[in-house]
């Protein structure tokens, strides 16, 4: 997560239900299309890194107040340092958010040498397993590719990626952990063999093992419908985040000659607003939610201009008003 941090920082924006395969689709489609509306609401906490930095319990202590139901963590994995989150030791944030009511069921991890073509150390994964496990959590999320690839990403990487998503997913079953995987904007980039990198990742993967955290917000400004992977891939992406576009920015970062462009001049074009206020139509899209596989929802704001508090509520409000 430090990575993603340090990625977003240098771009001077300060930021950025699992399916159990079967032999036939038909049966899964069967199941989906009965799976209940998602009711409850989640927070990802990058969305106030700042004020978590500041003051950990109390931040939470808010999040809760304001209503959230569940709450999405990100970690920046350090060999040989004991897990701490903003200050607190693994077992003060669990006890925290236990006596909060506050739920935790994924999390972002950071597996770049696992995820790196020529490396695939898993020593990260293993203790990052562990925690998420201390947590309580179901998904263990990768965020973002090995950020030192992200202008050079071949298809070659993806498949890597995706034959180490599989293998973690084998091992992150015994802690009834299924692995997942969030989407910025460079998996809808055209690749050296025409394919996109998410189309790789999704072919490559087995469902039972991995799941996908579809970022409304990237997928939307790559230019791509979620409809269509929903269509194409039933009930493979159980976590969606939930984050608005800036009404003024809304013209496509990927196809043609932006594919080619580094992402420091692609995330000049970037803007977010809270949800509700901007460009994302997600009354239409929340409609395949059950296509989708859809369990846990997360409003996430990468750069907020107002108060940071202010922000999560007014998300808040929106999605529980108007969407679940």
């Known amino acids: ?39 409850e609401i989640g927070l990802q906490l990058y969305t106030l890194r700042d004020a978590l930095s500041k003051d950990a319990r109390s931040t939470i202590e808010k999040v809760a107040g304001i209503g959230y139901n569940h709450v999405e963590t990100f970690y920046g994995y350090k060999p040989g340092e004991a897990a701490s989150y903003w200050g607190l030791s693994l077992q003060e944030l669990k006890t925290l958010l236990d006596d909060l009511g506050l739920k935790t069921y994924s999390g972002h991890y950071q597996l770049n040498d696992f995820l790196t073509l020529g490396n695939g150390d898993d020593t990260a994964l293993k203790a990052q397993l562990e925690i998420a496990s201390a947590l309580g959590q179901k998904h263990l999320v990768v965020p973002v590719p090995p950020f030192t690839l992200v202008d050079k990403l071949s298809s070659a990487d993806f498949e890597f990626m995706a034959a180490q998503l599989n293998k973690a997913g084998e091992l992150s079953k015994a802690s009834g952990i299924q692995m997942g995987y969030h989407n910025h904007f460079w998996e809808f980039r055209k690749l050296d063999n025409g394919q996109r990198g998410y189309d790789i990742l999704l072919k490559n993967t ?3 093992l991995v799941s996908f ?13 979620p409809s269509a992977y929903f269509k194409s891939n039933p009930g493979r992406f159980p976590m969606w985040h939930v984050k608005d576009m800036d009404k003024a920015l809304t013209a496509p970062i990927t196809g043609g000659e932006l594919d080619k462009s580094p992402s420091m001049d692609i995330l000049k074009s970037i803007g977010y607003t809270e949800v509700g206020t901007g460009a994302i139509n997600f009354k239409d899209i929340f409609k395949a939610q059950k296509e989708a596989g859809l369990k846990y929802i997360f409003v996430e704001q990468d750069v907020i201009k107002i108060d940071p508090f202010v922000s999560v509520k007014d998300s808040y409000n929106y999605v529980k008003q108007q969407l679940v």
Request: aromatic share 8%; hydrophobic share 50%.
């Open 1 to 39: 997560m430090e990575n993603r941090r340090s990625f977003l920082k240098k771009a001077g924006l300060l930021g950025s239900a699992a399916m159990v395969a079967g032999p036939l689709m038909s049966n899964a489609m069967d199941v989906f299309s009965a799976a209940p509306k998602v009711r």
């Open 206 to 208: 087995d469902p039972a």
């Open 213 to 225: 955290e579809m970022d409304l917000f990237w997928i939307e400004k790559s230019g791509v419908k």
